[in-house]
């Protein structure tokens, strides 16, 4: 899937995080949180009842450009400011962007916009599920509050 075809995937949400650290490492924090939070065994145990087409953690890190986590391909990376994560499994192809961005001084706004397009009724009741459960919502803000944590306890002296 390339960065066009990103764009043309339904627009499902976004969440946003504000961290008490620079650019930079809040791109490390994130990178962290990924590998930590996708990088087990549950995550893998799920991509592989589904069907993902990434089902293992690989290739560089930090996350360029390549990688991937269970459930996730990195499409795109521009450190400090930029990653996009794409997927695809039987009911669904989706793409989790990550956009970071200045607040002030000291701070750095985190975005997760979330994109997915479903497949058939199976995937019309996967994303349902998904949608109206509050787990996909969850688990973002989850994702999102773990790199705050991270990034506000850096040392950044």
Do not use: K, N, Q
């Amino acid at each position: 899937m390339d960065a066009a075809a990103v764009l043309c995937l339904p627009y499902v949400d976004e969440h946003t995080s504000v961290v008490t650290a620079d650019a930079e490492v809040v791109w490390g924090a994130l990178g962290e949180v990924l590998d930590r939070s996708f990088g087990g065994g549950r995550a893998a145990a799920f991509a592989r009842l589904v069907g993902c087409a990434d089902r293992t953690a690989s290739g560089p890190r930090p996350l360029g450009v390549g990688s991937t986590i269970p459930g996730f391909r990195v499409a795109y990376a521009v450190p400090g400011a930029e990653l996009v994560l794409i997927g695809r499994h039987h009911f669904s192809a989706y793409a989790l962007l990550f956009h970071v961005d200045e607040a002030g001084p000291g701070r750095t706004r985190l975005r997760a916009e979330t994109r997915a397009r479903f497949f058939g009724p199976a995937g019309a009741l996967y994303g349902r599920l998904l949608m109206t459960t509050g787990g996909h919502a969850l688990g973002v803000r989850r994702l999102l509050a773990a790199v705050r944590r991270v990034g506000d306890t850096a040392d950044t002296s």
